[in-house]
Every structure is written in C-alpha cells, then in structure tokens.
C-alpha cells in the first residue's frame, strides 16, 4: 500500500462526496421550495393577480410556480442552516478525536492501568504505532458496550485515538484484537479519518432541517387549530406554523435519507481495503477473520447500545446499528463477504459462543494474552544500518508496516527497560524522561552542566527522575529512542499550557547546551514540537502551498541539511544532494546546494515549517529526494532515519521506525 496513493485516493473520494452532497443539498433546497409554493398558495396566492368569478366572490389566483425572489431566499436560507449546522459539528469534532470518543460515551484507559484486558489493548496499540511510524494515539473504552466493535478518529495522526468496546477487549483473543486495532490503523493511515468527520458534519447539516420542523410540531403540540384562513382568530397562523414544520420535517429527513445512503456508500468501499491493509500489517489473516466470525456468532454481534453509534456508524469496525431500508444504510459489507474475501476457503460458520467459560482452567495463551508466535529479529548494532537498506526502502515503508515490523516492534519494546516504558505513561515522567535523552553521554562536565539546567529550569523532582532514568537510557540502542519519544506523546499532550512552555524551554536549553544541534536532538524537537502542535489544534492542518516554485529555497535547505548529515568518506555532500535534486525535475535547475552554515538546523526548521503546508505531491516528491540523499551511497544510518522521519513527521508522513522497518 502506496500512503502517497492512498492519500490521494481519500482526497479523491472526498471530492466525489462533496459533489454528492451538493446534490442532496440542492434537491433539499427545491423540496423546500416546493413546499414553500404551497404555504403560499394555502395563505391565498398573491393579492396582485386577484380575479373574482360570475357570482363576483374573490377567488385567489394560483401561485406561478417560478418567483426568483422567492427560489433566492428558500435556497439563501437552506444553505445558512445547513453550513451554520454543518460547520458547527465540525467545530464540535475540531478538538480531535477525543470529542468523538467522549461523545458516544468512551473514556480514555489510564496508561497505568493494571487491568490485564487493558493492559494488553494498551500494549497491542503500542506495537501497531512504533511498526507503523504514528504518534501513540490515545486508547479508549467504551465500558457500556458489551458488542464487538472498534473505531479510530482524529483530524490528524497526531490528535488520532482508537477505541474499542469492552466486548471487543475482553472476547477476543490478542492475534483477533490485533487484527482489529491493525484494521483501524489503516483508517489512520489511509486518510480516513478526516473524511470520516466531514461526512457526519454534512449529514448532521442535512438532518437539522428535519430537526428543526420536528422542534416547531413538538412546541406547537398544546395549539389549537382552526380551519379559517384569514387567521383573525390566529388558528390560521398556528395552522401556517405547523404546515411549514411538517414540510421541514419531511424535507430534512429525506435529505437525510439520501445523505445516509451517501455516506453508507462511500464507507462500504473502503472497509475492504481497510480488512486487507489490516492482513497486511498483521501477516495473520486468522487474526482478522476471528474476530469478524465471533462478531457473527454472538447475539449483540457489533450493534451497540448508544443510540450516538448511528451518527457516526461509518467510523466503526462492523455495523454498528440495525440498517433499515433492507441494508441500504448500511455502512459495512456483509460479515460473509468481508471474511471470504481475505479467506476464500470460509465454510458460512461464524464462532459458536460457549455456554460456560472455566476462568479457573483458562491459560494466559489461549486467553490471548500472551503474544503470538514472532520470528526473532537481533537487535541491530549501535548505529549501523540493516543490511540492504536504502533511501528510498526506507521511504517505501511510509503509510503502512513493513514485513515482520509489527514482530520487530513487539521485541523492541521488550527490548526497553520497563522503567522507561512505565515512564512515558506519565506527564512529569516523560517529560523528564526526554531530559535523560538529551544527555550527553561522552562528556561529564556537559552531563553535569546539563543536570544542572533540569534542576534549575525543572525543579528536583525533574533532576531526581534523569538522575533514576539515566543508567538505564544509557543500555538503549540509537534505533530505540525515537520509538520512546512516539510512546510518551499522549502523556505530554496531557501538560497543561502553563507547564509545556517552560518544558520545551528546558528542551532547547539542553539541545543547545554544547552549541551544536546533533541529528538526534533535532528530530527529537521537531517530532515532539510538531505531534504536540497538532495534537492541541489538530483543524491547524491546512494546504496553503501547490507550487514547487514557491518552495524552492524551502526544499534545498532540506536536500542540503541532509547531504551534510549523510555525507562519507565514500561520498561528497555535492553528490548527494545531487541525487535528490535530480528526482525535482521541475525545479532542479533552481535548486543549489548550500553550505552547512546556510543549512544550519534552524534554518532546516524553518523550511519545514513552511513545507507543512505544501500540497501533498509536493511533500511527496520532497520525500522522495530526500530519500535519496541519505540513500545516494547504497545505506541508511540511524542517524540518518532519525532525521528523515523527523521530516517526514512535519509532513504528517508516517515513517515507521528504523528497527520495525
């Protein structure tokens, strides 16, 4: 899976639904001319055109069926409230995924949990973000849905949570949940999300003139009627109200059938891609079919309680609610299809539940707790590159999981010291957790000066916590920190506003504290800085750039820093970054390569800041110079990859880790 190609593909489908919906809009806004014609007509047509017949009775003249005026103010009026309806859900889902989970009832798990079904979700979720390159995203449960069922949401990768039903944490076994939870990571890394989140602002915009009407009948249900149309008694007016109420009503809820179908449509599409993307990750089709079987064979199934889910049925893992219409809503495939799909051999029998579960005789592995079988991979040596890596490999890997990376993840982080990985659950442990990080570890007075910064800046505590850290990050690998850093973004995003300045201060002043800027302490920052930015404004993500022209400076200094960081004995930084320059055709001719100073890390920073927001080919072809910079001389250095998927993370392109890859 190409993430450039699904990218675009996600962009694609959001054009097609937005020229959907404008049809639905627009067929909303002539029913409710229509409707407007007969109040019109029912109130006595216009006095203008008046006739009176043989008998000399005033009998009103039908309406004419086209007025302007009056076609201008239905349609100004339906798309106000629509876009005001529209724009304020979207506003409401602006803050990331978060507000989606806590609006259909989720809370999000305490990453110290010791609840073994929680502790294990957290762990599954872990793997699936160190093999893919994501930010750790929060993980919620929702505690009152005993069915199976999961759904990731978010704006951006960085603001993204998954969330999972207690019957999806406690009925399946840990290769069936890791199935699911790899089944929303390609919702992630396909782009899904954000499409996901404007399409029930769009519905909802729809729905609300329905509402509306429905708010208007109900206040109206203690009114009395009357049969004149004069209105001197008001019956008449009261009569208009309810009229124009129940044409809202009608008029919204069809809209809202059409937008359902729409939006049913679009999701059913995507889920296959999403069951074979999620195989994929997980190299076990078992996993995944496991759990769609005991979805088909326990009563609830994946229907939850909430009456919420509908609103945003197209976000879960399985249907979550009864599609009526004979399917037509429905926003899943067929479990069948789904399964025979990824297993052809499928003989139509789903899970049969048993009647009574012997905890008592129930092990760790057949419980699922226990990590399925992994071919064990040796941990690379400090700083040397996996044999046959390269550039473009490297960035061949971005928008999913390389072979035996979810494998690898998992021996990574058994790997780690669970001190550290206990320390990144907690914001003032994590925090200084990264202060441990950034010491240096070759020279002792700098240790010592640095130290000192924490104490003074961040308090005792702070310095007690990288005093206990310190040996310990000292045993890690270079491929090992980063993966740390991803770990411990969720409990950061939790520092309040008064305490994250002062934290990214201590940063700096331990980055600058010798008066150079390594590779390490650089993509360090600009991870943290740029997962913590969106994190807290995730709607921040825009596109304001689609020329190459207008980022020409921008994407040197990006080829230049990295030729001076990948440059060897065996190859010159001219040479390098005249790799890269040469996948720019376009623009080649104006890219020149600049001296290190002109190339310096806050320049670099500044370029990339810039280059956040370009067009998506634009970062795309960006990357893929990049990549063959660093690769120019047939290999990829940690230090190298630590710097490319910095980079690439200020593009919002997920780089799995050096060691999942």
Known sequence: MDFFEAQARARKRTSRLVALFVLAVLGTIAATYGAALLIQGFLGGERDERRYSDDDRYVAAAPALWQPGLFAGVAAGTLAIVGLASLAKWSQFSAGGSAVAASVGGRRIDPHTTDLAERRLLNVVEEMAIASGVPMPAVYLLPDEPAINAFAAGLTTSDA????????????????LQGVVA?????????????NLRITAVVFGILVLGLAGRGVLWSLRGARFSSSRNGKNGGGIVVVIALAGLALLIIGYVGYFFGRLIQAAVSRQREFLADASGVQFTRNPG????????????????????????????????QSFRSGFTGLWATHPPLDERIRALDPRFDGKFFAPPEVVDIARESFQT??????????????????????????????????????????AQLLLDATPARLRAATRTPSEAAALLYALLLDAGTPDLRRRQREIVAA?????????????????????????????????????????????????????????????STFEFALQKLLTRSLALGRA???????????????????????????????????????????AAQLKLIAPALAFLPEADASPAALDAALDKLATASLPIKQRTLVAAAEVVG???RILVAEAELLRAIAATLDVPLPSLVAA
């Open 161 to 176: 949570v998954v969330a999972v039903t207690r019957g999806t944490m406690e009925k399946l076994t840990r290769d069936e």
């Open 632 to 634: 120019a001389d047939g």
């Open 538 to 580: 995730p709607s921040a993500a825009v596109v304001q750039i689609y020329s190459f022209n207008a980022v020409v400076s921008e994407i040197a200094v990006v080829l230049s820093a990295l030729a001076h960081a990948a440059s060897n004995v065996d190859l010159d930084a001219h040479a390098a970054f005249a790799a890269g």
């Open 457 to 517: 800046r961040a308090g005792a505590d702070a310095r007690r916590l990288v005093d206990e850290f310190d040996p310990l990050v000292l045993t890690l690998t270079p491929a090992h920190r980063l993966p740390l850093v991803q770990l411990a973004l969720p409990a950061l995003r939790q520092l309040p506003p008064s305490a994250l300045a002062p934290f990214l201060d201590t940063l700096d002043e331990l980055v600058h504290a010798d008066g150079r800027v």
């Open 367 to 408: 419980a699922g707790f226990a990590p399925g079988a992994v071919r064990p991979a040796p941990p690379p040596p400090k700083n040397a590159p996996p044999a046959g890596a390269s550039g473009t490999s490297f960035l061949a890997a971005a928008g999913t999981i390389p072979a035996d990376a979810v494998a690898n």
């Open 183 to 195: 089944h929303e990571f390609s919702h992630i890394l396909n782009g899904d999300m954000r499409l």
């Open 287 to 318: 996993g995944l079919t496991g759990a769609l079987k005991k979805i088909g064979g326990y009563a609830l199934g994946s229907s939850l309680q909430t009456s919420k889910a509908a609103a945003i049925g197209h976000f879960f893992f399985a």
